[in-house]
């Protein structure tokens, strides 16, 4: 008989393997972050701090006694965490990294290609003289570099690089160089020796080993889904390889399962063969509201999120200001097992305030007392993460 999971049992499923059914309010043991980005796996990094940037309102979501400075040294004085790229760049445990390795043979001759497409084939010449400079000279950063054009990396076009700096982007996506640190959010490239623990550096894996890693391990931080679903956790293999894989898994690593979606309808999907156990050892989920970033691993794949937490979501960053329907950059609200609404909200340090541009609540949520104070209170913890004093609420936010 195949095991079925309810709609309610799957969404507290996913938030507790994604340390979302923790509390939140817990105290970090000296290696409490760390235990944290292995669970998730990664956690992405991105540059627009519109509250705090994305990988710090990800882990702040989880325990909202972390502070900016715990990532920084764990990745930067620890060692523990690397930085490459998984659906963008990301940190990601040190162990992990002789399962990158196989990422950079297998993308090197397509990224070489696209490299080639975006920025010209000039790029490549600047390798190898550069890899000499680092290696002589230490880190160097792409503002380092003189452009032979003269023009100034704040006159270019936002996503134009000129051929030093694209150069060392493809030496670190294959991982010819790696990143030993960020200042302000200016990567500052190196050799990996320098970056990566000797242990994690020279450890290798066969080609199956990496396959059987990145499905089982994409498997276990979901708990369930389809082969889709598990090629595109870590971005790693194809679909075709998590589907060869799931063929060939006994069921005391991996089982079916029918899992309930909001509109009742059931699917088939695989799980991981323990799932009963994860669903009776399931801790309640915490009650406070909690803003999620955009690209939050429960957030980030959308049709997932559709179908089992009835949350339609994009982000428009890129969508021209008239044609948004929501906003700029606008957070997810996560209230126990459901995705309430979502709210357009700035910290704008000049003010010394989080300013509340608009509030949505989701259909049939409705906005009492207690919700309210519940929100409240989490704009509240979001000042603190933010290192501002106050909430204001623009003209028009509340209707």
């Known amino acids: 008989m195949t095991y079925h999971l309810d709609n309610a049992t799957a969404r507290h499923v996913v938030l507790a393997l994604q340390g979302l059914a923790d509390r939140p309010d817990r105290a970090f043991g000296p290696d409490g972050l760390a235990d944290l980005i292995d669970r998730l796996g990664f956690v992405q990094l991105d540059s627009i701090r519109w509250v705090e940037?994305?990988?710090?309102?990800?882990?702040?979501?989880?325990?909202?006694?972390?502070?900016?400075?715990?990532?920084?040294?764990?990745?930067?004085?620890?060692?523990?965490?690397?930085?490459?790229?998984?659906?963008?760049?990301?940190?990601?445990?040190?162990?992990?990294?002789?399962?990158?390795?196989?990422?950079?043979?297998?993308?090197?001759?397509?990224?070489?290609?696209?490299?080639?497409?975006?920025?010209?084939?000039?790029?490549?010449?600047?390798?190898?003289?550069?890899?000499?400079?680092?290696?002589?000279?230490?880190?160097?950063?792409?503002?380092?570099?003189?452009?032979?054009?003269?023009?100034?990396?704040?006159?270019?076009?936002?996503?134009?690089?000129?051929?030093?700096?694209?150069?060392?982007?493809?030496?670190?996506?294959?991982?010819?160089?790696?990143?030993?640190?960020?200042?302000?959010?200016?990567?500052?490239?190196?050799?990996?020796?320098?970056?990566?623990?000797?242990?994690?550096l020279d450890a290798r894996v066969s080609e199956d080993e990496f396959i059987d890693c990145a499905c089982s391990a994409a498997l276990d931080r979901l708990g369930f889904g389809t082969a889709g679903d598990i090629a595109r956790y870590f971005d790693l293999v194809s679909i075709a390889e998590a589907k060869a894989w799931l063929d060939a898994q006994s069921t005391n690593r991996v089982i079916d399962v029918t899992v309930e979606a909001v509109n009742g309808h059931s699917r088939p999907l695989h799980a991981r063969a323990d799932i009963a156990s994860v669903i009776a050892q399931l801790p309640p989920l915490p009650t406070r509201i909690r803003a999620l970033s955009p690209f939050d691993p429960v957030i980030r794949d959308r049709k997932r999120l559709a179908w089992l937490f009835c949350f339609d979501y994009r982000i428009e960053i890129y969508v021209p200001a008239e044609k948004r329907i929501w906003g700029y950059y606008v957070f997810p609200l996560l209230e126990g097992d459901r995705v309430v609404g979502r709210i357009d909200m700035r910290a704008v340090r000049a003010h010394d305030a989080l300013e509340i541009k608009k509030l949505w609540w989701e259909p049939k949520v409705k906005a009492g007392a207690g919700r309210m104070a519940r929100l409240e209170a989490e704009l509240v913890r979001q000042c603190r993460l933010a290192d501002v004093s106050r909430v204001e609420w623009l003209e028009g936010s509340r209707d």
Not at 65 to 90: C, I, M, V
């Open 53 to 200: 940037r994305a990988q710090h309102m990800t882990l702040f979501a989880r325990n909202q006694t972390y502070r900016p400075k715990d990532l920084a040294r764990l990745y930067e004085k620890k060692r523990g965490l690397f930085e490459n790229w998984t659906h963008d760049s990301s940190v990601i445990p040190a162990k992990f990294y002789r399962y990158w390795r196989h990422k950079f043979v297998r993308h090197g001759a397509r990224l070489e290609s696209r490299f080639n497409r975006w920025q010209g084939e000039g790029f490549s010449t600047h390798c190898e003289p550069l890899l000499k400079r680092i290696t002589e000279q230490g880190p160097l950063r792409s503002r380092d570099l003189e452009q032979a054009d003269g023009q100034r990396a704040a006159d270019r076009e936002m996503w134009q690089w000129h051929d030093g700096k694209a150069a060392l982007e493809y030496l670190w996506r294959i991982g010819e160089l790696d990143i030993t640190r960020r200042e302000g959010f200016q990567k500052v490239y190196d050799l990996p020796k320098n970056c990566i623990k000797p242990d994690h």
